[in-house]
């Protein structure tokens, strides 16, 4: 019979084995982001390590990653992050379902996410992803244009040049439905006008909207209003980081 000792150290050697293992496996340039393991220890994201010199502009993507096998499962849709805050960006703490299926990877941005993606692993397998931000953003941009054109038009023309971060020059907000399990309920705000400038030149334009995401990982509207007074938080993406 092997003496307990001999066990204990025969584990802690294999452990040490395993570790090795996978350090070795994780794509050189990238690390494990922090706070993004699953409750089992199983999964994590990886991100790509920044310098003084990065940008957001030139990052690669995120990578969904088993510790246990070694393996990237496939890379995340959205804007990347990386192992350091840059121009405002920053990964967020991941949000896993109690039963280590659902990931909600965020990476925060100024006044609204960056990223912000769920994904659903099954077996070892990335199942599929939801880009929430953009299918949320092209959701309620095409409602709020169909719903009320000119004014639409007016915004667009008003805020023009505000930048990649707001589509059509609109704030949009976007926030799922914790704890996280299927189907996600997902809320979306719009505005026009974040700061409430009184000005008769900025048209105020807002609107809400709430969507499912499915088992199979279909991103469905099931509501969609014009808002008659400002609707948008622009702490909202602050709050869930808590």
Not at 2 to 27: E, F, G, K
Not at 143 to 154: D, L, Q, V
Request: charged content about 20%; overall charge neutral.
């Amino acid at each position: 019979m092997i003496p307990r000792s001999s066990l204990l150290s025969i584990l802690v050697l294999a452990l040490a084995q395993l570790t090795q293992i996978r350090a070795a496996d994780i794509p050189k340039n990238f690390v494990v982001a922090k706070d993004s393991t699953s409750p089992n220890g199983r999964y994590a994201v990886l991100v790509p390590v920044c310098d003084d010199s990065s940008s957001d502009a030139n990052l690669p993507a995120d990578r969904l990653y088993n510790l246990r096998s070694g393996k990237v499962l496939g890379e995340l849709v959205g804007n990347p992050g990386c192992n350091r805050a840059v121009n405002y960006i920053e990964v967020m703490p991941s949000r896993w379902s109690a039963d280590n299926s659902l990931l909600l990877w965020f990476v925060g941005g100024k006044w609204f996410p960056w990223a912000y993606v769920v994904t659903r692993v099954e077996n070892g397998k990335l199942l599929w992803q939801v880009d929430l931000l953009k299918s949320a953003q092209e959701a309620i941009l095409a409602r709020t244009k169909a719903a009320a054109p000119e004014r639409y038009a007016a915004a667009v023309k008003a805020n023009a040049g505000s930048g990649s971060a707001y589509p059509e020059g609109f704030t949009v907000d976007v926030k799922a439905e914790l704890p996280l399990k299927l189907p996600l309920k997902v809320h979306a705000v719009l505005t026009s006008n974040p700061k409430m400038i009184e000005d008769p030149d900025m048209p105020n334009l807002d609107s809400s909207l709430e969507a499912v995401v499915d088992k199979d990982g279909k991103f469905t509207v099931t509501s969609f209003r014009l808002e008659k007074e400002n609707a948008y938080n622009g702490d909202a993406w602050q709050q869930l980081a808590q």
